[in-house]
């Protein structure tokens, strides 16, 4: 086994810069396992020196320098950080300083600018979304559908609650989600009143294979998992959505965030930035 590595995410704010832009780095190297640490609100020399401290423990520990992935507008702060015998990407000192030359202007270098606007239309706009999603989830209410950005249909557990989540979540994207059942398949036909709301619809898929270890985990040895059973659903799910001209997308394989960002843009939706 690769021995671990690790990583620190270290911010002066939540971190969430820190962490997205760090794992979308190091998940370019498969092969290899790292241990991450988050550490955010380090806004001062004091705790940047504290993490200094448990840096170094790591190194030592491990016996290789770890990896320290920060986001600080304080130069001291960030020198601070430096020292503690690792390899140190500050992803704001990284891209801050072009910025600035090209745009011909200073950047405020105020802490917590990306995450600190709690009364903008926009936030507003994400609390919504959140709300209508959980209150649309799993075929729980179809009131207002006529609100929703975008409807997901497919078998259980094939994706749709993550997913409708994370779009309302990241983009602030009003998102509702129905599970295709053994009974749609008998009546041969969508659940509820979704055919009316047809251009809303998108539908995900899944590996039989993978549906049944999913949902093994779930209800062991239940016919629900049972590998014949998630075949059937599988196939008569996207024989349904084929014959109502759905558009689908297999999700085996791919990470939320590829199915949010396929989804949308094959449904056109803009989402809101945070």
Not at 8 to 34: P, V
Request: proline share 4%; aromatic share 6%; charged share 25%.
């Amino acid at each position: 086994m690769t021995a671990s590595r690790t990583v620190f995410f270290i911010s002066d704010g939540t971190g969430i810069t820190a962490e997205t832009l760090g794992h979308s780095l190091l998940s370019q190297f498969e092969d290899l396992h790292f241990r991450p640490v988050r550490m955010p609100f380090v806004d001062s020399v004091d705790k940047a020196q504290d993490c200094v401290a448990r840096i170094r423990a790591a190194g030592r520990s491990d016996g290789r320098r770890p990896i320290v992935i920060s986001t600080q507008v304080n130069p001291l702060v960030s020198a601070a950080l430096r020292e503690g015998d690792a390899l140190t990407l500050d992803l704001f000192e990284a891209f801050i300083a072009p910025l600035e030359a090209e745009l011909g202007a200073r950047s405020t270098h105020t802490i917590g600018r990306s995450h600190g606007r709690a009364n903008t239309p926009d936030y507003t706009a994400r609390i919504e979304a959140i709300n209508f999603t959980l209150t649309h989830d799993d075929g729980i209410s179809d009131a207002d559908l006529d609100k929703a950005d975008v409807i997901l249909i497919g078998v259980s557990r094939s994706g749709k609650t993550p997913t409708s989540l994370y779009l309302a979540l990241q983009f602030g994207i009003k998102a509702a989600n129905y599970p295709l059942i053994p009974e749609d398949f008998e009546r041969n036909r969508l659940p509820g009143n979704l055919a009316k709301h047809r251009q809303k619809l998108f539908g995900l898929t899944i590996g039989p294979d993978r549906l049944a270890q999913i949902r093994h985990e779930r209800r062991p040895e239940s016919r629900y998992a049972s590998l014949e059973n998630c075949r059937y659903e599988v196939d008569a799910a996207q024989r349904l959505m084929k014959r109502e001209g759905i558009r689908w997308l297999d999700s085996t394989t791919k990470s939320i965030e590829e199915i949010a960002a396929i989804l949308m843009q094959t449904v056109k939706l803009d989402g809101h930035t945070f």
